[in-house]
């Protein structure tokens, strides 16, 4: 039946951009949909929350901050969170379209999996998980219905922190664990907290359900199930399935011990162990294993695809199917004189097979891209393929705001992909993440500018100094790149701080001219006059501070400029000046000359003037009057009619 036709939100736009074309699947949190991005034009997953659950305003705070969380997860054993989003009552999440089936499905039509295929199968599960790990992560609803498979074999790991979203929830605290009852961990059960680890047991529990085909745990009610986990250890896979290792039965009773701190620490630690009992299993592993679950009256069968074979049980046999009648003696006669053909039968077959087990061992043997290629440091990533026998080429850098710079942002054919020894990948690195506008943090304290870059999520590279005329000390001059312009937050920014204008060398000029260029630097000048034996008079003799030291506007300042000794008449009026061995010239007579003249001749000469009288234009009195005066010293005139 199809139950699209009746579903209100089929034919729907959401938030004006998503066009819901189909029903997926419906479960107690969410129902899945497939839609059509109109704005980017590509198909996507959309999950839209429960209206129960969208009203719930705990829920929604928390469904809004996971899924940002879940979003910043860059992992392609990860099913990508694209957008959170809500439309009226609507609160839903827009995810990548994985076309395939879920792990569950694959269950439900083979029974169980081979220990070396279900091993298989747990390694880009552990590596997605472990990727959320390292994020600070945790998943809290591992289960088959959360593990999807691409038509191309990928795996892929969905519903990232959707299950701590649920658990937020007013309108049922009994929900999560109804619904995932039987891959609870004890502490889950007991006090509802969830850390990584619990995620590691119900990766334990997951691998002993594809193993053995059930969970380990099984029971009338949920609640009695909740009480086994708590109550009884999972038992070991061998006690389902003969044939069983001692390494495998360790990986599920270690990873599903009652004490968290006896599990590996993390995904990362389990995927590190399930990879080395994995490639310690003889390639032909599964095939003894479905040999020694057979009974004795079972077909021949010849021998499975090496990697991914999966054992049927007796549950996927037709219920009806006839048993065979019983042997007659004539039956048996005929089998005593054909069973010789049949050890031939089988001796050719088994050649066959050993035939094709040496060539696959030589020129025909394959590899598989590493599932965790992508986010691998090139070089490694160079090295891990080519030392498995394959060519490596490496395409042009592409910006990747999921994978940092200078490692793998994705390879082609893609990870977990089943290539022949000699075959190219082609890997594709970063550049880092897409570059966006650096802010202009010019004037700013470098505190302050550190913080702006950060919050745009930029990192600060080299500081440097400079002096500048315009930007006050220890203020922003500029930064590379600049404000405005784009760049990678992968690319450091480096700032370079202005140490404010730099003093000038002022010693030995003059006073005067020092001190109105220190005016002109919008500085405080304070000048202070002394008397200094064997230096010029009227000259800068030491400053504060010293020359080269960086100044700001309106920063004071001081001179100290050397005092001249000079020579009073009797009624005040300064005659002259000496300067201490300063240089003597000639003092030029301007007596009879106009005023304008005579102030000319002798500020020519190096010589300060200073006119005295109340009237008249020309010099009737000059002081002193010839002779020689030190140079800047003051000659006085007398103007009279």
């Not at 550049?431 to 010019?442: A, I, L, M, S």
Request: hydrophobic letters at 40%; aromatic letters at 4%.
């Amino acid at each position: 039946m199809d139950t699209t036709v009746a579903d209100p939100l089929v034919g729907r736009v959401l938030d004006g951009r998503y066009r819901i074309e189909s029903r997926i699947a419906r479960g107690g949190m969410a129902t899945v949909y497939v839609a059509r991005d109109i704005r980017l034009d590509r198909i996507v997953a959309i999950k839209v929350m429960h209206a129960a659950l969208a009203a719930d305003e705990d829920f929604v705070a928390r469904f809004i901050g996971e899924a940002k969380a879940a979003a910043a997860l860059s992992h392609p054993n990860v099913v990508a969170v694209y957008d959170q989003r809500t439309d009226g009552e609507h609160a839903f999440l827009v995810m990548e379209y994985v076309k395939g089936h879920t792990l569950r499905d694959a269950l439900n039509s083979l029974g169980r999996l081979g220990p070396r295929a279900a091993l298989e199968i747990m390694q880009p599960v552990l590596a997605a998980l472990g990727a959320a790990h390292r994020a600070g992560l945790v998943h809290r609803d591992v289960k088959p219905e959360n593990v999807l498979i691409t038509e191309d074999g990928q795996v892929k790991v969905a519903d990232f922190g959707l299950a701590r979203a649920e658990s937020a929830s007013k309108m049922t605290k009994t929900g999560l664990i109804i619904g995932t009852v039987g891959y609870l961990a004890p502490e889950q059960v007991l006090s509802g907290h969830a850390d990584v680890r619990s995620d590691v047991y119900a990766a334990g529990v997951l691998l002993f359900e594809l193993i053995t085909g059930h969970l380990p745990h099984r029971a009338d009610t949920p609640l009695a199930v909740a009480y086994k986990h708590v109550n009884e250890q999972v038992p070991p896979p061998s006690s389902v399935v003969p044939g069983l290792t001692p390494p495998i039965d360790a990986l599920v009773t270690d990873a599903t011990s009652h004490d968290p701190a006896r599990r590996p620490r993390d995904a990362n630690q389990f995927l590190a162990e399930v990879a080395e009992v994995y490639n310690g299993l003889p390639r032909d592993f599964d095939r003894r294993i479905e040999e020694a679950s057979r009974n004795a009256t079972s077909v021949f069968e010849s021998a499975p695809p090496p990697n991914r074979t999966a054992v049927l049980d007796r549950e996927t046999l037709p219920p009806d199917a006839p048993y065979p009648p019983p042997r007659t003696r004539a039956d048996r006669a005929i089998g005593a004189l054909t069973g010789r053909y049949v050890l031939v039968a089988i001796g050719v077959v088994a050649a066959v097979i050993l035939g094709w087990a040496v060539w696959y061992q030589t020129s025909g043997q394959y590899e598989h891209v590493p599932d965790s290629i992508v986010g691998m440091k090139l070089a490694d990533a160079k090295d891990r393929l080519e030392g498995g026998g394959l060519d490596v080429q490496v395409a042009k850098a592409v910006y990747d705001d999921r994978v940092r710079k200078g490692e793998v942002a994705r390879s082609d054919p893609p990870a977990g992909a089943r290539v022949a020894k000699g075959q190219t990948v082609t890997l594709t690195p970063s550049k880092g993440r897409t570059p966006r506008e650096v802010p202009d943090v010019e004037g700013k304290s470098l505190a302050d500018a550190k913080k702006a870059l950060e919050n745009k999520g930029f990192t600060v590279g080299r500081t440097s100094t400079t002096t500048s005329q315009t930007v006050a000390k220890d203020k922003v001059v500029s930064t590379d790149p600049a404000g405005g312009e784009k760049s990678s937050p992968d690319e450091p920014v480096d700032i370079v701080v202005s140490t404010g204008m730099s003093m000038p060398d002022l010693v030995g000029t003059d006073g005067d001219a020092a001190e109105n260029q220190l005016r002109s630097m919008g500085l405080d000048v304070k000048v202070e006059k002394r008397q200094v034996d064997g230096k010029p008079a009227g000259t800068v003799v030491s400053q504060d501070p010293a020359q080269g030291e960086g100044v700001s506007r309106g920063d004071k300042v001081t001179i100290v400029v050397n005092k001249r000794n000079c020579i009073v008449d009797f009624g005040g009026v300064q005659l002259g000046c000496d300067s201490n061995n300063a240089q003597k010239i000639p003092v030029p007579d301007t007596t009879g000359r106009s005023v304008d003249d005579a102030k000319r001749i002798l500020e020519d000469s190096g010589f300060n003037v200073n006119v005295t009288g109340i009237a008249g234009n020309t010099v009737r009195f000059q002081s002193p009057k010839d002779g020689e005066a030190t140079r800047g010293s003051t000659v006085t005139i007398l103007r009279a009619p």
